[in-house]
């Protein structure tokens, strides 16, 4: 069954990326309308201030946009946050929520994240829900333990009805050039599936579980061939089209 699932490649450009860094994307649109279509789904999360410049380069070559982040809320008085509908206004398809830089960062909790999870479904965008331990987690054996309790936690119900992606994304592995073994890769995601059937039965065959953190053109055919990884969510290497691309190919 995960064999049908068409695999996705996206890219997180973090809090990187000024207008000068469309070339890139230029760059990146015109590698993948030269050759064979990629054999998988190629999105990019930009800056929220670069969604609507980037999606006009980015649609034509079929390169789909997400956010990075999504308020709970539609609207309202919350100076500085931007809501799940903006995103999609802005051209978004697809959101990240309860990245681990976020959850360090602004103390997000997986209730927090579920509840940008259901803001990013109810208006019609992919949500890409991450999950993935700490060094000192993964050291006390318990790994494990913690990605299910954020999965169980971080995902609401209405994945049962809806489209949503799941990252794996170990924080240790995330820009430091560390990644886990294959076999720890293989057996978080077996167990990642595992929940994801035992709650949402058939759907929870065909969500697309991502592997992240140090993701590189020199990893990516290994790691990407892992049972049960169905793409990557991609950060430093999605900054340059050449790395992008080669990932894209690996698929
Ligand atoms: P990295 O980041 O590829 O630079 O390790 C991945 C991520 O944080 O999504």
Redesign the pocket.
């Known amino acids: 069954m995960t064999q049908t699932i068409t695999p996705l490649i996206a890219g997180?450009w973090?809090m990187n990326g000024l207008r000068q860094s469309l070339l890139e994307v230029e760059k990146l649109a015109a590698k993948l309308t030269a050759g064979e279509p990629p054999r998988c789904t190629v999105a990019l999360c930009p800056p929220a201030t670069l969604i609507n410049a980037m999606n006009r380069i980015a649609a034509p070559a079929g390169i789909v946009l997400g956010g990075q982040d999504c308020s709970a809320e539609a609207s309202g008085a919350h100076t500085g946050d931007l809501s799940a509908p903006m995103l999609a206004d802005a051209g978004a398809q697809m959101v990240i929520v309860g990245?681990?830089?976020r959850r360090a960062d602004h103390g997000e909790t997986d209730e927090m994240v579920r509840q940008k999870a259901i803001a990013a479904l109810t208006s019609g965008l992919t949500p890409i829900i991450?999950v993935g331990e700490t060094r000192a987690q993964r050291e006390a054996g318990e790994a494990d333990a913690v990605v299910s309790r954020q999965l169980a936690a971080s995902v609401p119900d209405q994945a049962a009805e809806h489209d949503v992606v799941i990252?794996y994304?170990p924080v240790w592995?995330?820009?430091?050039g560390l990644t886990p073994t294959s076999a720890d890769i293989a057996q978080m995601h077996k167990s990642l599936r595992d929940q994801l059937i035992s709650r949402f039965g058939g759907r929870g065959e065909g969500m697309r579980l991502l592997y992240?953190?140090?993701?590189k053109p020199g990893n990516a055919k290994e790691i990407l061939a892992i049972a049960n990884v169905n793409g990557g969510?991609?950060?430093?290497?999605?900054l340059l089209a050449d790395d992008f691309t080669a990932i894209i190919w690996a698929v």
């Open positions: 997180n973090k990245h681990s830089e991450c990252a994304e592995a995330i820009g430091t992240g953190g140090s993701l969510l991609v950060g430093g290497a999605s």
